[in-house]
């Protein structure tokens, strides 16, 4: 008996102290932070409401106390890198928050007897039984006072854009809370069914109307105005652009990434003209381009030009052994078809395991047929299919699953950025095979180009979405509707501002440390690739960081210029 109680008792402690062990490793804290804010925000789900602010920022700043707890010199190359992006992450969470809560604070008398909404759903997350009677009171008693606010919005002048997007933030925010709670109660509880539907459908009604005044508000400033082009946005400034940067580790100011985007388009520019000669055109390269947008393949047969050109690639993949492919990867990509909705925004063919076909359907019209086929003829699509499948975005979701799962440093310079560095190293081994493939390849080039000059001009306030297209049209020679799709889609909130810049950016930051370590002959090209996909998504430095074995500081701060200006 003796010896069973001393092996229950030994077994427990070794148990916990291999929990404490682990508790030391920041992988661990990684993976329980990820899965602890999944729990949060499907608890808290009510988005803007001050009692899921508050949760999370005490959750944050909770996980930053015990990051302060590790003995950073006792660190590795690896977990040095863990904390210092782990630590950045949590501070810029609890930022996040702090600035919501300060802006809800500011316009909580624009929202009254909300604090009673969210109270409701609070108690429908256990199900506790309403006061439906006084409940429908407070739906009518706030469709009348929101009434109300709505007259005086139109006229208020002291609201910023900032407050104007937490202003539509919050009223989605009630409008999800209000349909949880009528979901939940309304059919099943005969009291609840009594009372509410019609304040609720009032209210609801009120909450869109509501909303729309928002987001009209928001309209009428600089920068939110419909300049024609039916694109509205949001300009965040040069001082938010810069504090972006630094979070994602890019040592450049805007103007710089801008001169930088300039200089490619000059290699581009003189690539151009090479092939446009090639074809016959002389320097007048809108020809050339003209006559490879006009090799569009039929309707119909766009899934099998891109299954061609994906063999292509693979081979050339293979052959050059560039990097390691893993059979079930190849075995589980799948196609869809992209939606006439979506390719308002997608233009193009998106990828990953799942690659999405963008090319005309039935009830499209004619003109946007026409567009949507010349904008993904074979050449272009020869330039982006490694891109969006191997090995790029179909081979970056197969590793992020299973390398280094805890980390959880998502960043479009990663994501983006390995992509685009298979445009600029397959241009490099020359899988172009002719001038239309090379104008294929030099359009996306450019393109990428064009992002960061279009988008980091509209964010600095200087140039209107209009602005944008006809740039994206007469220097980069894109259909209308595609450079409006990629404008909207660029603008329209889903995206970071620095989405679209970290494409080429991203790609460049590959492409200077491949030179440091395949060119120089510390590693092959399939050693480098291979040793990348394995890290996950990290800053591009701080893959540089873990690959050169470098140990880095606990007040590390972003120096590397990768980019030769």
Known sequence: MKR????????????????????????????????????????????????????????????????NGFNFDKLGVEERVD?????????????????????????????????????????????????????????????????????????????NMYLLRRGVGITRGLQEAIHSVYEFYNAYDPQFSWWIPAPYKQLDSTLKAYSNVWQQKLKTLPGGKDDGSGIVGSPIG????????????????????????????????????????????GKDWHKALEKVKNTYVPAGEQPDAIMKIYNESMSFLKDKHLITIPPLAEETWRMIMMTPERQLVNPFFTGGEELSISYPTNDMEEGDKLMSMRGNNPHFSRATVHHELFAGHALEEFMENRYRTYRNFWTPFWIEGWSLYWEMLLWDMKFPQSPEDRIGMLFWRMHRCARIIFSLNYHLGKWT????????????????????????????????????????????????????????????????HDAVMKENALPVEMVRVILTNKLITKDFKSSWHFYNL
């Open 83 to 159: 904390y210092v992006l782990f630590r950045m992450k949590l501070q810029e969470e609890v930022r996040a928050l702090d600035e919501q809560a300060g802006q809800y604070k500011q316009l909580s008398s624009w929202f009254p007897l909300a604090d009673k909404i969210y109270a409701a759903e609070k108690l429908r997350r256990r199900g506790t039984k309403q006061d439906a009677q006084a409940l429908a009171g407070t739906f009518r008693d706030m469709s009348l006072g929101l009434q109300e606010k709505a007259k005086q919005l139109n006229a208020a002048t002291d609201i």
């Open 465 to 528: 979405p209009q602005q944008c297209i006809d740039f994206l049209v007469d220097r980069v020679g894109h259909e209308r509707a595609n450079a409006a799709g990629e404008v909207r889609r660029s603008f329209k909130g889903d995206y970071s501002p620095l989405y679209q810049v970290a494409y080429m950016i991203g790609g460049l930051q590959f492409m200077a440390l491949k030179k440091e370590l395949v060119d120089s002959g510390k590693m092959t090209y399939q050693q480098y």
């Open 238 to 281: 040069r001082e938010e652009l810069v504090r972006q940067l630094q979070n994602e580790l890019i040592p450049y100011s805007p103007e710089e990434l801008i001169a930088i985007a300039n200089k490619e388009f000059a290699f581009c520019d003189a690539e151009m003209l090479k092939a446009s000669e090639e074809m016959g055109f």
């Open 4 to 67: 069973l109680i001393y092996c229950l008792v030994t077994g427990w402690c070794m148990s916990a102290g291999i929990a404490v062990a682990q508790e030391k490793d920041i992988s661990v804290l990684l993976s329980h932070y990820e899965a602890d804010k999944g729990s949060l925000m499907r608890f808290y789900q009510i988005d803007n409401a001050p009692e899921r602010t508050e949760r999370l920022k005490t959750f944050n700043t909770d996980y930053l106390q015990q990051l």
